[in-house]
């Protein structure tokens, strides 16, 4: 018989809201005080949404702008490759006008979902929107809003296991971006040994996104997973030990990838508009 016997359940602080799936579910401990941090836990996720909101609000704006993203020989990685009829007047870059002159929309807009979902998708940059936008869960030890945590086992959230297939379309983009890469080798008028301040630029550009690429979680996966024994497949350990690297890095070459693809898209945007002259080594 029961008669007698204590609950073992504790009590909920009479000024939190019933128990739920998240951190007010019964097993956790019942802390009224939304967190026990005394550092300034806020600072990282508030930069974090700053520099997110920054970009996203520079790129929507080139995005749309649909206007100087080539500047001879170099084509801003916003707009490349060309997939519409109306931006093959750039006389260099990855043309391949799938979309006829009734695309009348920026061409940019048929290219950026590719790079968009696969940093959408990023295991670090979920983690960096996640906290910065939902709060879920804004820092470490501080408990989020939400009542309820569903993880991403439903719609619209279950899409980002999508990320490996992302990863396939980020190793096309990179592809592409190495080639218009070398094409600033070239000159104005078609010819080799041409070296300008936005060769270096496109340089630096294309290893910050290859880096990225290659430190992605998916790409460290297929290279290392699903083997018994590494000691049967030296090389597949050699290359998991140098993607593990680049691995590690992932979080700063997200950031240094994103800033050198904006600086990248305004450098062919100043010298493209006017304002600015590359300057020409040789
Ligand atoms: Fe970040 Fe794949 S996990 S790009």
């Known amino acids: 018989m029961a008669t007698g016997t204590t609950s073992a359940t504790p009590e909920t602080p009479s000024s939190q809201p019933p128990p ?7 097993g956790r401990a019942a802390i009224e005080a939304p967190h026990l941090r005394t550092d300034r836990w806020w600072l990282p996720p508030l930069v974090t949404a700053l520099g997110l909101a920054a970009f996203v609000a520079y790129s929507t704006w080139r995005a749309f702008a649909d206007a100087h993203y080539y500047a001879a020989p170099y084509v801003s990685p916003f707009y490349s490759p060309c997939l519409a009829s109306r931006c093959t007047d750039m006389k260099g870059g990855a043309d391949w006008a799938l979309f006829g002159h009734w695309w009348g929309l920026s061409p940019a807009l048929l290219v950026l979902v590719f790079p968009l979902g696969f940093r959408l998708t990023c295991y670090y940059y979920r983690k960096a929107y996640y906290r910065s936008f939902w709060s879920s869960p804004p820092a470490c030890a501080v408990a989020e809003p939400h009542a309820a945590y569903s993880g991403e086992t439903r719609f619209p959230l ?13 190793l096309l983009v990179a592809g592409v971006l190495t080639y218009d890469t070398a094409l600033g080798f070239r000159d104005v008028h078609g010819d080799w040994g041409h070296m300008g301040l936005g060769t270096l630029v496109m340089l630096a550009n294309i290893a910050l996104i290859w880096a990225y690429t290659l430190s992605c979680h998916s790409c460290r996966h297929i290279i290392g997973g699903k083997l018994r024994h590494f000691s049967r497949h030296p090389v597949r350990y050699r290359l998991w030990n140098w993607v593990g690297l680049l691995n590690g890095r992932h979080m700063l070459l997200a950031w240094s990838s994103l800033v050198s693809v904006g600086i990248a898209d305004l450098y062919v945007y100043l010298v493209s508009s006017g304002a600015f002259d590359d300057p020409r080594f040789f």
């Open 158 to 170: 279950i899409l980002q296991n999508a990320h490996r297939y992302f990863f396939y379309l980020a």
């Open 20 to 26: 739920g799936r998240g951190v007010r579910s019964p």
